[in-house]
């Protein structure tokens, strides 16, 4: 069963906009990755953040974790047509592989 | 370097009949791990290595095995194929540890009628 749900399963923005996805967990863990994926091809690792860390940066990418809340949140700033792609979050706990949500589909319209 | 590397990228079968998928890397990575992805359920975890020698089911192991001769190679094998294993297949695999990013194949695309 998935750990991380994905919060909204679709996303439509303009281009230069801040894109905000969120994703909910159920159990303790180690880390939590955003990967993306775009259409037809393969997932690509965007960041990690392990489970004492709060906020990651990584270019136009900031990842926050609550671990109280067993929530994230990935904040693309500035948004072009070429960020449009769907995003997953995957969270690893204990000894256990890591299990991905459902994704959210970015659309950054032009 | 190639990553993980995904043969066939598409592929039909009837019902019945068998096939494997092969996944291969170049990174010298001792975790591997394959994926089904279903439109609205995400990805899910089929089986997975943590070494030559080493397998493990995940989440949705029922109608595929595995096998790990080696570390480059990780092939998945569909005994006797059923619509319901109608998916994308991705590959994944990573280095020396317990955590850490994924590097993905690019998929491959089985249809069984």
């Known amino acids: 069963s998935q750990q991380g749900e994905e919060d909204p399963q679709a996303l439509s923005i303009q281009e230069g906009e801040n894109a905000t996805m969120n994703c909910s967990y159920k159990?303790?863990?180690?880390?939590l990755q955003w990967y993306r994926q775009n259409s037809g091809r393969g997932l690509v690792h965007l960041i990690l953040?392990?489970?004492?860390?709060r906020e990651k940066h990584s270019g136009r990418l900031r990842v926050t974790l609550d671990t109280s809340k067993k929530s994230s949140s990935l904040l693309i700033t500035a948004s072009r047509a070429a960020d449009t792609a769907s995003y997953f979050c995957?969270?690893?706990?204990?000894?256990?592989?890591?299990?991905f949500g459902k994704g959210t589909r970015l659309s950054v319209i032009a | 370097n190639a990553g993980v590397t995904q043969t066939p990228k598409f592929q039909v079968l009837k019902t019945g009949q068998s096939m494997t998928l092969q996944c291969a890397q170049d990174?010298?990575?001792?975790?591997m791990s394959w994926y089904r992805q279903d439109p609205g359920m995400g990805l899910r975890l089929i089986h997975y290595?943590?070494?030559?020698?080493?397998?493990d089911q995940g989440e949705v192991p029922n109608g595929y095995n595995v096998s790990r001769s080696t570390t480059e190679d990780f092939p998945l094998r569909l005994l006797s194929a059923a619509p319901s294993q109608t998916s994308v297949y991705f590959c994944?695999?990573?280095?020396?540890?317990?955590?850490?990013?994924?590097?993905f194949g690019e998929g491959s695309r089985l249809t069984v009628l």
């Open positions: 994944a695999s990573r280095g020396t540890g317990r955590t850490g990013e994924l590097f």
């Open positions: 159990t303790s863990i180690n880390n």
């Open positions: 953040i392990r489970s004492n860390e």
């Open positions: 995957a969270t690893e706990a204990g000894n256990t592989p890591l299990v």
């Open positions: 990174m010298n990575h001792e975790y």
């Open positions: 290595s943590v070494g030559a020698g080493i397998t």
